[in-house]
């Protein structure tokens, strides 16, 4: 098993006299791995704002987290910023959605089960005796009417 670290924003859900609007929900919108151009830039941002020591619990904090993420940690090597446009859409109108909820923003570690070989599936069919073939009985199919 090895460990995955995730980007997660979420909120706590909503109840009003036993009427729930929102049950929380947590979404991982960030997957920090190696592989990621300027890995370490992202890690020492993260690190900056003591997301390793807490989730963050404030909206502007949090707002202020992603809105400088995607300035900062242009993605070159594939074109394209940290965020595609409407994924930014997607968590802005999620922060507006759910804050009265109560929002956090979080560094999830899951452990991931390392990449395991395929077994070999095939099925080696051995006849332990000869087998009857019957027929089946023919069965006519006809339509009632409903009349």
């Given amino acids: 098993m090895h460990e995955e670290l995730y980007l997660v924003l979420g909120c706590f859900g909503r ?13 991982r919108i960030l997957h920090i791995h190696p592989g990621i151009e300027n ?9 900056s704002r003591q ?4 989730p963050s619990f404030d909206y502007n904090a949090i707002r202020n987290i992603l809105q ?4 900062q940690f242009d993605q070159i090597s594939f074109s394209r910023p940290l965020w595609l446009e409407s994924q930014v859409q997607l968590f802005q109108k999620f922060l507006l959605e759910h ?6 923003l979080k560094l999830q570690l899951t452990d991931k089960p390392k990449e395991q070989q395929i077994p070999d ?3 080696k069919i051995t006849a332990l005796s ?13 339509r009632r009417s409903t009349r």
């Fill in 15 to 27: 109840a009003d006299n036993d009427f729930v609007s929102c049950s929380s929900c947590e979404n």
């Fill in 39 to 47: 890995y370490q830039g992202i890690m020492d941002f993260l690190d």
């Fill in 51 to 54: 997301l390793f020591d807490k």
């Fill in 68 to 71: 400088n993420m995607q300035g």
């Fill in 99 to 104: 804050r009265q909820c109560g929002l956090y």
């Fill in 121 to 123: 599936k095939s099925i």
């Fill in 130 to 142: 000869k087998l009857k073939v019957t027929t089946l009985p023919k069965v006519s199919l006809k």
